[in-house]
């Protein structure tokens, strides 16, 4: 053994070190050997089959259901290997390894010799062998996915708009969690599980079964014991066929039947694979003083680990042993306990979750009704196991007993009850320094209390500090108490979540205050006297937003604060060119009008001319300097399809033409754009009018719409959306005339463009509001608001100009500059 | 003096007016000696900084970005960089190229490219 080691690191030689894999526990291992000092040792090569840097998995449950951008989930970017000397080659697969050589080959023909190797592979989705799983017997059908990587996430989510119906086949964590996010995707969403009830792995029975229960609560059609046996469809997939007979429709399918350790690379160089490849407690390959494994595809004792926090234990060891710090660190394997994330369901799970014996003692409780299960196992006087579902307030204090093996209560109920009554910062007070809050990454109180001491008062300062809550997310909450505990006043709440814009530290209604009462008419004005000098560019267009909306016409307009869109007027695209749409007034025009757009079009060869789904005409692919002119031959005003704001007004026919027409959709259509058109809102407003229920410019689906229903009456609708979201708009309000649609319309957008967040569509404001409220306040004029309402809306639409006059009189020589030519060179050393 | 005659080693440096040509607080895209390079004016002080023209995530015209607090936002999906050092802010890029830049005397933006990057495809 001994041998080993000295041959290892013989002589003041670098060496290199090789790592196959770059992802959750591959780069957290080579982080923890360059924390220990590891690039005196070694040049540290890295292959990573997936193209990117190295990003958290675990939070690809969030982005699949919105809840978490690509950029939350970046551990390390392609720049942190570079200035840390590794050698990454990312997108590249390793294809062989030659032990005799000691060499690594990957695609494209790279070659990296190794002194020493590690296994970081992971694992890939398992999917069982059904029939119809590809399309002419090679690629996967469309509309059938894995759920592993960011890759496949991107894909799922590109392809929700083409699908009604998703089935997940498997009801394990995983596929729970794919559920939930296409659930909130707007899906109707079936779980078909093998088993006769749901995560057995991590749960019994009853809390299997009442898990399901609050599942179906929130929307999720559960199928138990059903094996499916073939996927139906041609090219895409059109549903699923059970071994029971019986068949589910549906367009899309998430395949999440577990997983399987990538083990054939290993295999292949006839390293010892079992179920993965298998290692000591020094997590080497036996045989191979030079190779280790680590992560999902290693095998230990016997266990194979398919959660961060003990595989990141994993990484830790072996980074000790190879940096020589602690040249025997040895892993002994891990007491798996997890707080889990599943569908928004508090739930923790921790070591057995049956009796061994009859010598165990098993205390349960269970309130079906409102979802909570618990259930403990006690053996010799020690937590053995434990299961809470639906309240995971005990899960401290039991996990902290679990893991240190201490002696429990006489008292069992206790356990259950009183200590968890005792939550929140009494039962974070209570527990020792030693006590671990973050399971992924091993953080215990006692560290996040040195991190506060250290100055760490917000949460996310404290978080990215100690690295705590930055695995799976679930301890967030008891960090954000013993922040409370350690900070006391120093304390700073994590701001940003209340803000209007995230630079300036004021919520909606106090910046609103601040900017009236201090008169501040610019977004420079505003970080001046509200943010400390500070000028944030990420708050500036939402702040821009916001005083044009109080000021109207004494803002004053600093142009730096807009979005380009709003510096040129015109929709920025992907080549940096841009499109011009006209606005044609309820989608009506003239046989002129139409002959003027195409002699532009033609005139300055226009790459695209697109009827667009607004009714109107896109002249798509313009360079910025086309613009001004093709806006001044044009003569027509801009549509302001590139901005929050008002956007258009579609019209179907309506009585004047159409033979069930009973309400004058197109007039009405025309005036109310005419009169409301390019208004500033929080975000864009979509509108139709619809001359009688068949509905076909879709006005109960926009952000705000009227339908003309027999007796010579308007139902005037909010909050719908047929975008991201698809929602069905409410009914504010039933009138007989044009004028008071026109009226109502005005009333709502005017308190829409005073209560609303920035960026919030209807579809969120209206049911944050609730439609009982809008109407009583909007129709009953329940605050007395009404009339005021009614005038800022007026001086808002007398406020507007139309933006394409800049074509006449630019605001700067270079708005509509594409490039500038330097006016002379010369020259020094 | 053109930049040919320049030593491949030196440094070229291009006038590229005054810096009323960039309205504050924007940037503008300049097209020097063939290459493309985004200049930054920071409102209120007048310090100018100058980066490679595109994106590297997806090619957007930084010069079209918001401005401010020396970083600059990217128009096409937000990412951020540091002006002064290129560096990326809270995303997975690359770090952008970063370019000398002074203000003359009288107000002039004074751009400084190495020789062979300024005077591209001579060699
Ligand atoms: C041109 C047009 C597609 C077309 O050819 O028909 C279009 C094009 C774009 N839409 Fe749209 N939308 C267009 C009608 C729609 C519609 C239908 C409608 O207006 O009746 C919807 C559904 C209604 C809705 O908004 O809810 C629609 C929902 C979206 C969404 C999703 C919004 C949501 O929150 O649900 C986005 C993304 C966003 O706003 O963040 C979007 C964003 C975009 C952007 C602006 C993306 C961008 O920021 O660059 C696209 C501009 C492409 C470009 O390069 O110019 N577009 N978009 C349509 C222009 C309509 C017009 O005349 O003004
Ligand atoms: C959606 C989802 C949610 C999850 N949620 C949780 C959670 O809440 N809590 C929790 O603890 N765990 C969770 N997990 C599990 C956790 O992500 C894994 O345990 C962890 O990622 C394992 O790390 P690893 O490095 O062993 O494998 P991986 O992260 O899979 O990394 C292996 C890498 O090696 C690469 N690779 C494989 N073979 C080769 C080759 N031949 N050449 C080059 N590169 C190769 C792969 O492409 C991959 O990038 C979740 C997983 C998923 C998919
Ligand atoms: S036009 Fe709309 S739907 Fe089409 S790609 Fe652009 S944003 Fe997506
Ligand atoms: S091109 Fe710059 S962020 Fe995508």
């Known amino acids: ?829 | 003096m053109t930049a040919a005659s320049i030593p491949l080693d030196g440094m070229v440096h291009y006038d590229l007016g005054t810096i009323d040509r960039i309205p504050p607080g924007e940037g503008q895209t300049f097209l020097v000696a063939g290459r493309e390079i985004a200049v930054f004016r920071a409102r209120g002080t007048d310090e100018v900084y100058a980066t490679q023209a595109r994106c590297p995530h997806k090619a957007g015209l930084l010069a079209d970005g918001i401005v401010g607090d020396g970083k600059v936002i990217c128009p096409l999906h937000s990412n951020k960089f540091d002006l002064a050092t290129g560096a990326p802010l809270g995303n997975a890029c690359q770090s952008l190229t970063t370019y000398r830049t002074e203000i003359s005397h009288d107000r002039r933006v004074l751009l400084w490219l190495s020789a062979a990057a300024g005077w591209s495809g001579s060699t």
């Not at chain 1, 998995?57 to 551990?75: C, F, N, P, Q």
């Not at chain 1, 707080?339 to 799970?349: E, N, R």
């Not at chain 1, 142009?559 to 309820?586: C, E, L």
Request: charged share 25%; aromatic share 6%.
């Open chain 1, 1 to 829: 053994m001994m041998q080993a080691e000295s041959e290892l690191f013989a002589g003041p030689d670098r060496q290199r070190l090789v790592v196959i894999g770059n992802g959750m526990v591959g780069a957290r291992f080579v982080e923890e050997l360059i924390a220990r000092g590891g690039n005196d040792r070694y040049d540290i090569v890295m292959f990573g089959d997936e193209p990117t840097g190295n990003y958290n998995r675990i939070l690809l449950s969030g982005i699949l259901a919105g809840s978490h951008d690509v950029e939350d989930t970046y551990i390390n970017p392609l720049e942190w290997y570079e200035d840390n000397g590794i050698t990454l080659h990312a997108g590249v697969r390793v294809t062989a390894v030659d032990r005799d050589a000691k060499l690594v080959r990957g695609d494209m023909g790279i070659i990296e010799p190794y002194d020493v190797l590690v296994f970081a592979t992971g694992s890939s989705p398992f999917v069982p062998p059904l029939k119809g799983l590809s399309s002419h017997g090679t690629e996967m059908k469309e509309g059938l996915f894995a759920f592993r990587t960011l890759d496949d996430c991107d894909r799922m989510i590109g392809f929700v708009p083409k699908a009604t119906r998703a089935a997940v086949i498997g009801g394990g964590l995983l596929g729970l969690e794919a559920a939930r996010g296409l659930l909130e995707r707007g899906l109707e969403v079936h779980v078909v599980h093998l088993r006769s009830h749901l995560m057995e792995m991590q749960l019994d029975a009853p809390a299997g079964h009442l898990l399901k229960a609050t599942l179906e609560g929130m929307g999720v059609r559960v199928h138990l014991d059903k094996q499916t046996s073939e996927v139906l469809g041609e090219h895409r997939v059109e549903g699923l066929v059970f071994a029971d007979g019986t068949t589910l429709p549906c367009e899309m399918v998430v395949v999440s039947a577990g997983i399987r350790p990538n083990v054939s690379l290993a295999l292949d160089c006839g390293l010892m694979v079992e179920r993965g490849i298998v290692v000591t407690d020094e997590l080497r390959c036996p045989g191979d003083a030079s190779v280790f494994a680590i992560g999902e595809c290693a095998q230990h004792r016997g266990q194979l680990y398919g959660l961060v926090a003990p595989l990141w234990e994993q990484a830790k060891v072996l980074a000790d042993r190879l940096a020589g710090r602690i040249p025997d660190a040895s892993y002994t394997g891990s007491r798996v306990s997890t707080k889990l994330k599943v569908m928004g369901i508090d739930l923790a799970v921790m070591g057995d979750q049956d009796p061994a014996d009859a010598s165990d003692e098993v205390v349960t409780y269970s309130e079906p009704a409102r979802g909570i299960y618990k259930k403990l196992i006690v053996r010799d006087g020690r937590l053995g196991g434990a299961i809470l579902l639906g309240d995971a307030s005990a899960a401290p204090v039991l996990l902290q007993a679990f893991d240190r093996g201490t002696e429990l209560p006489d008292n069992r109920a206790e356990l259950l009850f009183q200590l968890a009554a005792a939550e929140g910062v009494t039962g974070i007070a209570d527990m020792p320094s030693s006590a671990q809050i973050c399971n992924c990454n091993g953080v215990s109180k006692g560290a996040l209390v040195a991190a506060v001491e250290a100055g760490h008062c917000t949460l996310k300062s404290l978080c990215d500090a100690t690295r705590a809550g930055m695995g799976c997310g679930a301890c967030k909450a008891q960090v954000q108490q013993v922040l409370e505990l350690a900070a006391g006043d120093r304390m700073q709440t994590d701001p940003s979540v209340h803000y209007y814009v995230p630079g300036v530290p004021l919520n909606k209604a106090d910046l609103v205050t601040a900017v009236r009462e201090r008169g501040l008419r610019s977004v420079s004005s505003v970080f001046a006297a509200l943010a400390g000098g500070h000028e944030d560019p990420g708050s500036k267009a939402g702040l821009a937003s916001l005083l044009r909306t109080i000021w109207g016409k004494e803002y004053d307009d600093e142009r730096d604060a807009r979005f380009i869109n709003d510096r040129v007027h015109a929709n920025v695209q992907k080549d940096g060119t841009y499109s011009v749409i006209p606005r044609i007034f309820g989608g009506v025009t003239t046989a002129e009008e139409l002959r003027r757009i195409a002699d532009v079009a033609q005139k300055y060869g226009v790459p695209m001319v697109k009827i667009t789904g607004g009714q109107r005409i896109d002249l798509v692919g313009v360079r910025k300097e086309q613009l001004p002119e093709m806006w001044r031959e044009l003569g027509m005003p801009s549509g302001h399809a590139y901005t929050k704001s008002f956007r258009t007004c579609k019209t179907c026919l309506g009585s004047e033409f159409c033979r069930y027409g009973v309400g004058d959709s197109t007039t009405l259509g025309v005036q109310i754009e005419r009169r409301y058109q390019g208004l500033e809102t929080p975000a864009k407003l979509k509108l139709a009018t619809a001359g009688c229920p068949r509905n076909c410019s879709e006005a109960t689906t926009k952000d705000v719409g009227a339908v003309a229903i027999e007796g010579g009456k308007w139902e005037v609708y909010v909050g719908g959306a047929a975008g991201a979201h698809v929602r069905k708009g409410d009914v504010l309000v039933v009138v007989d005339s044009h004028e008071a649609v026109l009226t109502y319309m005005g009333r709502f957008m005017q308190y829409y463009r005073e209560q609303a967040k920035y960026l919030e569509r209807t579809y969120d404001f209206v049911p944050r509001m609730g439609i009982e409220t809008l109407r009583s306040i909007l129709v009953d004029d329940s605050e007395g608001l009404c009339a005021r309402l009614d005038e800022a809306i007026d001086a808002a639409v007398d406020a507007y100009f139309d933006p394409w006059q800049e074509a006449v009189a630019p605001v700067h020589p270079s708005q509509f500059a594409d490039a500038l030519e330097p006016v002379g060179a010369g020259s020094a050393s």
